[in-house]
């Protein structure tokens, strides 16, 4: 097993291997890659415990690591997937809120870990990108919705 050059690391409390696991269950090109056992007793845990977890989420590099209550997740740091329609953007969205998840503003939420997700349609990411009177009304829409609307998007778009 080779490890990546540059790898993302999530602390857990104590539940890594079951966020990756639910991850590698959401999105394409997920896979748990590899799972370490604590050699001996640590703060938050014992000898045999899990401590790390590497995997990949939609083809990004993780390991995480079983830290304990000592560090929270906050929204200072998030994944953001791009979705192509709707129903992309509903699948990955309910998945997570509907696993114990919060749902948010502006197409971000959190799974039950505490991690945060940006479920962003690429009509938004480019309509954005673009700048211009464009980005502002795709903004402005975006402003007022939690889950991205697509056709709100779109809708905006036409809307000159």
Known sequence: MTTAKNTICIWYDK?????????????PDSEVTAVSFAPTDYPSGKAGDVLTVQFRVAGVACIGLNGGPAFK?????????????QDETDSYWN???DNDGQA???GWCKDRWGVSWQIIP?????????????????FE??????????????????NQ
Do not use: H, W
């Open 15 to 27: 539940d890594a291997e079951a966020a990756a696991r639910f991850y590698t269950t959401v999105f």
């Open 73 to 85: 997740q906050d929204e200072a740091f998030s994944f953001q997937i791009a979705t192509d329609d």
């Open 95 to 97: 998945a997570i809120v």
């Open 104 to 106: 948010s503003a502006c």
């Open 122 to 138: 690429r009509v938004l990411i480019d309509a954005l990108a673009a700048g211009g009177d464009p980005a502002q009304r795709a």
């Open 141 to 158: 829409a975006m402003m007022q919705m939690g889950k991205i609307d697509v056709a709100k998007i779109e809708e905006a778009l036409r």
